[in-house]
């Protein structure tokens, strides 16, 4: 792409038609002559912050601005702060660090704004410079938001297998809890996070009365937010079913340790009175019976087997074994 003026300098700009075409202005007015202009830009770029205060108003140019953002749906205007969330595929970062994407959007240009890659944004821009854009404001959006919860249906997907996979192993109690567990647990609340605030942004863009959005486009909207709503059930469900497993084998590592417990108890209970029988006759002083008699080893030892048998007959009686 050739290189722009020195007040905008965005990662793409495209003039795109009707007909879903797409060209590459050669101007930096803020809109073009196609059906919108769509500007993408890195909020790293120093000159981002001027080039918004030059074209946009305050409010809206400080939401494209903001480090930190949640999912939003806001009209102002004759525009739309929309704030989405995305599954973070980039390399070397967990999937639950959810992307975002913070948007202005008009019937005449969308500007989007990035902290880290958004490969939903990426397949735009591909299609864009294949001359099959989407061809008006919101079907743009209505493409972005699409690939946004395609990627995040896979995800929580993948969670649910894991869980179920968790859910399986518990027939076998010699299994240890598995190591990812907490980190399941933690992925699901995350994404949670973001997903259920989005779910009301995406239900609030399907029902704005505006010329902006369509009918078109807002059936297809309220199909996104009914998959997103899904989807946001799905993580509450594998919260509780994660938290039950984890109960679960918590409650068999305490049986084990009471079944062993128990175990020793009666041990005690049956050695308590050998020992006591032991340590009497192992008393070094004279009168003890049987010190002359050879037969008294055997006597004694026979004693305790049968003291032992009644102990275990005595236990058995009480329902302690």
Known sequence: MPKRSKVSMPLCVFDIYEDGTAQVPSDDNLTGPGRYRWWHYDMADPALAPWLAEHLPEIPAGALLQPETRPRCDEYDDGLILNLRGINLNEGQQADQMVSVRMWVTDAVVITVRMRRVFAIDELRALAAENNAPPRPSAFVEALVSRLTARVQVEVARLADRTAFYEADLEDHSTPPPKELPVTRRSAIRLERYLAPQRHALERLATLNLPLVPDVDAMKLRELANRTAIVVEELDALQERIVTVQDEHDNQV????????????????????????????GVNVGGMPGVDDPRAFAILCLAMVGLAAIMLAVLKWLRWL
């Open 254 to 281: 305490a049986q084990r340790q009471a079944r062993h417990s128990y175990m020793l108890s009666i041990a005690a209970a049956v050695f308590l009175p050998l020992g006591f029988l032991t340590g009497l006759f």
